[in-house]
T-cell receptor, first 120, second 115 residues
Framework: AQKITQTQPGMFVQEKEAVTLDCTYD???????LFWYKQPSSGEMIFLIY??????QNATEGRYSLNFQKARKSANLVISASQLGDSAMYFCAMREGSYAGGTSYGKLTFGQGTILTVHP | AAGVIQSPRHLIKEKRETATLKCYPIPRHDTVYWYQQGPGQDPQFLIS???????DKGSIPDRFSAQQFSDYHSELNMSSLELGDSALYFCASSLGGASGGNEQFFGPGTRLTVL
């Protein structure tokens, strides 16, 4: 079964509007982290925002916020006031487990990605 | 701020050749991860190191090996290259252990093309 599911292969949004990119996850681990990355056409992977499973508040970073609904296992990314430069591929990723007995488990499992296109 | 450095940025090899990719993590980061991203695919975890010891292993072919050195830089060695190894290879680093690990920063990637 997919651990991270992004059901929107592509999304379109008008400049200055808000957009929500969906992400659902599947884990039985009580300790996990959820990440969003942006990958422009140039290929680099840019870290956007992080939400820990025990965090009570939704994470926010500038125009990015994460709508974390733990019971529904969803971690949607909300981009407010979209800009042309936001056009890119967006990946949701999960890290399961944590530091344990001298070993750091931190590998990320990625979703399939959503291509966001911002129209002027 | 210093970021993750990867070299080379682009690499072209023939089938059956070998390749070595290098990764220099963010200063004071002790954990390094390697990912492979095929064309149109999401990144797939290959292997990770924490404090110079292998900490986890993913879908890394036996033809590949990696290590982390005393200065925390890491190298991914790839032998008997196949056409299917053509991909973008990312290195990421984080501060592992009990004190951190909430952020994982990626390098710019090495684009490997096997002809």
């Amino acid at each position: 079964a997919q651990k991270i599911t992004q059901t929107q292969p592509g999304m379109f949004v008008q400049e200055k509007e808000a957009v929500t990119l969906d992400c659902t996850y599947d884990t039985s681990d009580p300790s996990y982290g959820l990440f969003w990355y942006k990958q422009p056409s140039s290929g680099e992977m840019i870290f956007l925002i992080y939400q820990g499973s025990y965090d009570q508040q939704n994470a926010t970073e500038g125009r990015y916020s994460l709508n974390f609904q733990k019971a529904r296992k969803s971690a949607n990314l909300v981009i407010s006031a979209s800009q042309l430069g936001d056009s890119a591929m967006y990946f949701c990723a999960m890290r399961e487990g944590s530091y344990a007995g001298g070993t750091s488990y931190g590998k990320l499992t990625f979703g399939q990605g959503t291509i966001l296109t911002v129209h002027p | 701020a210093a970021g993750v450095i990867q070299s080379p940025r682009h690499l072209i090899k023939e089938k059956r050749e070998t390749a070595t990719l290098k990764c220099y993590p963010i200063p004071r980061h002790d954990t390094v991860y390697w990912y492979q991203q095929g064309p149109g695919q999401d990144p797939q975890f290959l292997i990770s190191f924490y404090e110079k010891m292998q900490s986890d292993k993913g879908s890394i072919p036996d033809r590949f090996s990696a290590q982390q050195f005393s200065d925390y830089h890491s190298e991914l060695n790839m032998s008997s290259l196949e056409l299917g190894d053509s991909a973008l290879y990312f290195c990421a680093s984080s501060l592992g252990g009990a004190s951190g690990g909430n952020e994982q920063f990626f390098g710019p990637g090495t684009r490997l093309t096997v002809l």
